[in-house]
């Protein structure tokens, strides 16, 4: 039942959707009457959809090898050599 309730606070999982979510909308995200999940955490979970936006992004510009290279950087050094502005 909660997944449910999660899937429809959290607009089916759409990280486009996700990814626009404003202040009053983050902070609305409530079960009867308290925060789904902290403030804190709810902050990731909208950055995490923005930056899986630009995954996705990157994986149409990019051939597999080097969106692949791209995370492997992210992940262990902070970054990506592959960047695009």
Same mark, same amino acid.
């Given at each position: 039942?909660?997944?449910?309730?999660?899937?429809?606070?959290?607009?089916?999982?759409?990280?486009?959707?996700?990814?626009?979510?404003? /202040?009053?909308?983050?902070?609305? !995200? *409530? #079960?009867?009457?308290?925060?789904?999940?902290?403030? $804190?955490?709810?902050? +990731?979970?909208? /950055?995490?959809?923005?930056?899986? !936006? *630009? #995954?996705?992004?990157?994986?149409?510009?990019?051939? $597999?090898?080097?969106? +692949?290279?791209?995370?492997?950087?992210?992940?262990?050094?902070?970054?990506?050599?592959?960047?695009?502005?």
């Amino acid at each position: 039942m909660l997944y449910f309730i999660v899937r429809k606070l959290f607009d089916q999982f759409d990280p486009s959707s996700i990814a626009q979510f404003t /202040e009053k909308k983050l902070l609305s !995200l *409530k #079960v009867n009457g308290n925060l789904l999940l902290s403030e $804190p955490k709810l902050r +990731a979970i909208v /950055e995490n959809a923005k930056q899986m !936006l *630009k #995954v996705i992004k990157l994986s149409i510009q990019q051939p $597999p090898s080097i969106v +692949a290279n791209c995370l492997w950087e992210a992940e262990f050094s902070g970054g990506c050599k592959h960047r695009q502005a």
